[in-house]
């Protein structure tokens, strides 16, 4: 039975011979290297494969470009450049979900360009425990690693990952057009050390609706705010509607909680809700003060807490439903707080449900002690070379594509939802550009701590009751059932009681 061609081996199939300078002989290996059947992977872990794969399908990840603009559009226009490896065949094994989305986003492009390689997926590593990881790296032995920044310590201390700073100044590989809290994070990962690189990340920003703003006379936001400043400007809007619908100050994202944004309030301040022993926090009067602002506007109704749609019982919702529900993309919202992949849904908007007022972004609000500081920034995977891979070179010439000028244009073109790692070519100051994205620094400390805990969450059990402790609390602070400094206190005494559980459990695991 014949291999079902997926849309770009289609598109390549038909592609007219000669194009970029390619011959024919070229075209054809080219054809052979790109539709090798996919190696077939094993199951994954949910925790971290599935998540990741949830999060880059709905940001946009997968590579839509028509083959045309894939041979033609290098911005040098110069034709295929060949490295010195690229004078033999090259297989080379990447560390990826599956063949057929490397190939969409990156394997397609970087085979044109060298003919002589040809892309191997090997099946998926179940855990990214230190361990268990290195059991598959020897096995699979993969040239180029898809890996969480809290691995690169392990892998590096046993030299299992190639330092890639000599060869990026050798081959003129500018460190210096990238993010510079992209790059300082993932050094910090390495001890000072650059291990990897990432072509993408995540922050958050305020989103707000300029007509809105000009419409009902209230000055528009800004850059660092604080969440304190962000918070009054919302309840300017405090009982204003038009159309015979309210108009919110301020939503947030599709799954969002009250509790939610109370630890993103406070953990902008560097709150927290516990030590690192688990003892709770909580009952200060720091954390009084958030959760009085933010219950307040959840009450009086400035803060949206609407109904969201459910899904459909095959459990998909269409982004057309979702765009309707939403009060900032329906213009019934002044402001919003999102990450960065919104940016995308607002211009989908446009097109699918008519959105058509003016809008703009400033930063995310920041601590008033730090105001050049992002608390929300994720670093979803980081791509590295393994040390002892035989095709170093050939995963040195992928790593640079991925993370390259061509790539990051090409998704720049698109308005895609992914943020690039690489600075703007030019720094766009419009109110819609993505160079708000740009303008704070980050904790690099913290970014590690987050992104390990996303992978490896200290004591899940604990932070799931805390957080529904949380939830619960702020639910009878909005509904009156008690004051917000009664729910901060009975949070605080919950709380120690499931670190007494937490503590308890730990100890009798170390027992055992």
């Known amino acids: 039975m014949s291999r079902k061609l997926s849309d770009w081996e289609k598109e390549l199939s038909e592609a007219p011979l000669g194009i970029v300078s390619f011959n024919e002989r070229t075209m054809r290996k080219i054809k052979e290297r790109v539709s090798v059947p996919a190696t077939r992977k094993s199951r994954f872990q949910p925790v971290f494969a599935g998540a990741m794969v949830v999060l880059l399908l709905a940001s946009g990840w997968l590579m839509r470009d028509s083959l045309s603009g894939l041979l033609a559009g290098k911005e040098s226009g110069e034709t295929a450049r060949i490295d010195a490896w690229d004078q033999e065949d090259v297989v080379l094994k990447v560390q990826y979900f599956d063949r057929a989305s490397f190939m969409n986003e990156f394997g397609l492009p970087f085979v044109v360009r060298h003919p002589n390689a040809q892309i191997e997926v090997p099946p998926y590593p179940e855990s990214t425990e230190p361990e268990a990881y290195k059991q598959w790296l ?3 032995e993969p040239d180029l690693l898809q890996i969480p920044l809290f691995l690169i310590d392990a892998l590096s201390e046993e030299g299992l990952i190639q330092p890639l700073d000599a060869w990026a100044k050798r081959d003129g590989f500018e460190l210096a057009d990238f993010h510079a809290p992209i790059i300082r994070t ?25 007509s809105l703003f000009e419409r009902f006379g209230v000055a528009p936001p800004e850059d660092r705010m604080t969440w304190s400043e962000t918070l009054e400007l919302a309840a300017r809007f405090n009982g204003q509607g038009q159309s015979g619908q309210p108009i919110y100050g301020l939503t947030t994202a599709w799954g969002m909680s009250p509790f939610d944004l109370i630890q993103n309030v406070g953990e902008a301040d560097g709150l927290r809700l516990t030590d690192a022993d688990l003892n709770p926090t909580i009952d200060s009067a720091s954390w009084r003060s958030v959760w009085d602002k933010v219950t307040r506007g959840y009450r009086d109704g400035w803060i949206f807490d609407g109904v969201w749609p459910s899904s459909e019982p095959n459990g998909h919702i269409s982004t057309t439903e979702l765009y309707k529900a939403d009060p900032f993309l329906t213009g019934h919202a002044a402001m919003t707080f999102r990450s960065s992949f919104y940016r995308q849904d607002v211009f989908s908007a446009a097109d699918q449900i008519g959105f058509q007022d003016e809008w703009g972004i400033v930063t995310q609000p920041v601590s008033s002690d730090r105001s050049d500081i992002a608390s929300e920034l994720s670093i979803a995977t980081v791509y590295a070379i393994n040390a002892k891979s035989p095709n170093k070179d050939a995963a040195w010439s992928m790593l640079r594509f991925m993370n390259g000028p061509e790539h990051a244009q090409s998704e720049r073109s698109r308005k895609g939802s992914s ?24 904790d690099s400390a913290s970014v590690l701590r987050y992104e390990e805990s996303m992978y490896r969450p200290p004591n899940p059990s604990f932070i799931q009751s805390v957080r529904a402790a949380g939830d619960e609390a702020a639910r009878g602070a909005i509904k009156g059932n008690y004051s917000s400094e009664q729910a901060v206190s009975q949070l605080q005494q919950r709380t120690e009681e499931l670190a007494i559980a937490a503590r308890a459990e730990m100890a009798a695991r170390k027992e055992n």
Do not use: C
């Open 138 to 140: 020897l096995q699979y």
């Open 186 to 210: 993932i050094r910090e990962a390495g001890n000072g050390e650059l291990y990897g690189l990432t072509p993408h990340f995540e922050t958050y920003a305020l989103y707000y609706n300029k």
């Open 419 to 442: 943020l690039s790692s690489r600075l703007p070519a030019s720094q766009e100051d419009s109110a819609t550009g993505e160079g708000v994205f740009y303008k704070l620094n980050v």
